[in-house]
């Protein structure tokens, strides 16, 4: 088993990494349950699954435990899913010692993090993330949130998980399409500041999304060492170090609106475009050689992401585009800091171009 941590000081957490640690989960959880006594919170697709693995487990140790099953997909992660989880918690007698087990992928993950963030004013929870995206991205980092009309994630709280428990073998259920979206969350550790790890993915990218299990664990525990480093420098995005890790997503973001937060582009899909978006604009304005922008756009395109407005499923203009992202949560002083980068590995953040600008670039 490999063991990271998310240096936090007092509120520092680990994040546990092994094929097979959802069978043995009740062992890793045990020492830090104040009573024996736990919630799971699920969707349809993963109770399917992994739920009365995650329960055996759990009874083993001794621990009880009550489950709540969601419908999977990004509109459970709303107002309506708030309310229905915090009820639920508080039926179930939740305590403020007490420790929520989110199983699930990012829409589980930030739903239950956010729940449990106001619930009786705070209470604990556990990620046990079983997407690609949730295990390289959503469930290190303390990031909940939910959806509203307006935009994603414009709702929400930084509050950390006690434990990370990560199990690669959970990929083998996931749909390819998911696989892929969350691929693209692995491509952008590389394209932040690690040029040589997006060498890896041009290399190892194909084999990953096959099913090759040395290169899955390998990708996981590189991105997730690097998620953590970055947190632990910049928990709450004030210095704009951990502003890096939204490579991509202020394009992605409007994608995501654009399309009405649906199956019909998935966070990874629009992230993917994104990047490829944010690498093309480098390149429109002088940062970045075109050859780069065109080398991450045809690696995506080569593990049949979108890489393109078009290939995302999207033929609004640049204007519709730039109101979505106007809304973003990240704007400051009227102006929204953009991701951008100097090349492969180089991503810095800049507010220097206006929404204009940017939906000129969209619109050609």
């Known amino acids: 088993m490999e063991k990271l941590t998310v240096e936090l000081g007092a509120r520092s957490y680990p994040i546990l990494i092994a094929d097979g640690l959802l069978g043995d989960i009740g062992t890793h959880i045990a020492p830090v349950l104040k009573r024996p006594r736990t919630m799971i919170v699920t969707d349809a697709h993963v109770a399917d699954h992994y739920l009365h693995r995650v329960g055996a487990s759990l009874g083993r140790e001794g621990i009880s435990f009550s489950s ?21 918690l508080i039926g179930e007698g939740v305590e403020r010692s007490d420790h929520v087990i989110a199983l699930g992928g990012g829409v589980i993950g930030d739903l239950v993090g956010f729940a449990c963030s106001v619930v009786k004013r705070g209470c604990h929870f556990i990620q046990v993330p079983t997407t690609l995206l949730a295990q390289v991205d959503s469930s290190v980092g303390g990031k909940t949130a939910i959806n509203v009309p307006a935009g994603k994630n414009l709702i929400g709280a930084f509050h950390q998980p006690a434990m ?42 194909a084999a990953l999304l096959a099913g090759d299990s040395a290169a899955r664990a390998y990708a996981i525990a590189h991105s997730v060492s690097a998620k953590a480093r970055i947190v632990a420098a910049d928990e709450r995005e004030t210095q704009d170090i951990r502003a890096l890790l939204n490579l991509g997503h202020s394009f992605g973001h409007a994608l995501e609106a654009e399309t009405g937060y649906s199956d019909r582009l998935l966070h990874g899909e629009a992230v993917a475009a994104g990047m490829v978006l944010a690498h093309q604009f480098s390149a429109a304005n002088g940062l970045c050689t075109p050859e780069d922008a065109e080398r991450v756009r045809a690696h995506l395109a080569s593990v049949d992401l979108p890489h393109s407005l078009a290939s995302a499923g999207v033929n609004s203009d640049g204007a519709a585009l730039a109101a979505h992202m106007a809304h973003d949560k990240k704007v400051r002083g009227g102006k929204l800091p953009l991701i951008l980068t100097r090349g492969i590995g180089q991503s810095f953040v800049t507010d220097q171009y206006g929404l204009d600008t940017v939906a000129a670039f969209l619109d050609r």
């Open 164 to 205: 990370v428990v990560i199990d690669p073998t959970t990929l083998a259920t996931l749909p390819r399409r998911e696989l892929g979206a969350g691929y693209a969350e692995v491509v952008k550790y590389g394209l932040i500041d690690d040029a040589a790890f997006f060498a890896w993915c041009e290399d190892h990218g």
């Open 68 to 88: 709540f099953v969601l419908d999977p997909g990004e509109g459970t992660k709303s107002w309506a899913g708030l309310a229905r989880l915090t009820e639920w």
